[in-house]
Nanobody, 118 residues
Framework: QVQLEESGGGLVQAGGSLRLSCAAS????????MAWYRQAPGKQRELVAGVTSGGSVNYADSVKGRFTISRDNAKKTVYLQMNSLKPEDTAVYYC????????????WGQGTQVTVSS
């Protein structure tokens, strides 16, 4: 069983920064993608950024140049550094890990609230 524990959300003023962390525990398949998604009220969950076990990254256009995803494989942890935050970044942020194997097993964290005030 895989568990993901997120931390680092909170309330910040526009232009500020936050750093989210997500620590995985349990049996983690070595080839995987760790990612951050977000869901704002009344909207669908969307991918924010992802990083593979090999280090390849991708970002949503809306956060490019402002957010940075990174991972520490030894700690089984993924981070999301969020700078120049905007009110439209307000959402619940979810951590996800997907195994790159035939069953595509996927696990979610419980979510952490990020609120950006104007």
């Amino acid at each position: 069983q895989v568990q993901l524990e997120e931390s680092g959300g909170g309330l910040v003023q526009a232009g500020g920064s936050l750093r989210l962390s997500c620590a995985a525990s349990g049996s983690i398949f070595s080839m995987n993608v760790m990612a951050w998604y977000r869901q704002a009220p009344g909207k669908q969950r969307e991918l924010v950024a992802g990083v593979t076990s090999g280090g390849s990254v991708n970002y949503a256009d809306s956060v490019k140049g402002r957010f940075t995803i990174s991972r520490d494989n030894a700690k089984k942890t993924v981070y999301l550094q969020m700078n120049s935050l905007k009110p439209e970044d307000t959402a619940v942020y979810y951590c996800n890990v997907q195994f790159l194997r035939s069953d595509r097993a996927s696990y979610w964290g419980q979510g952490t609230q990020v609120t950006v005030s104007s």
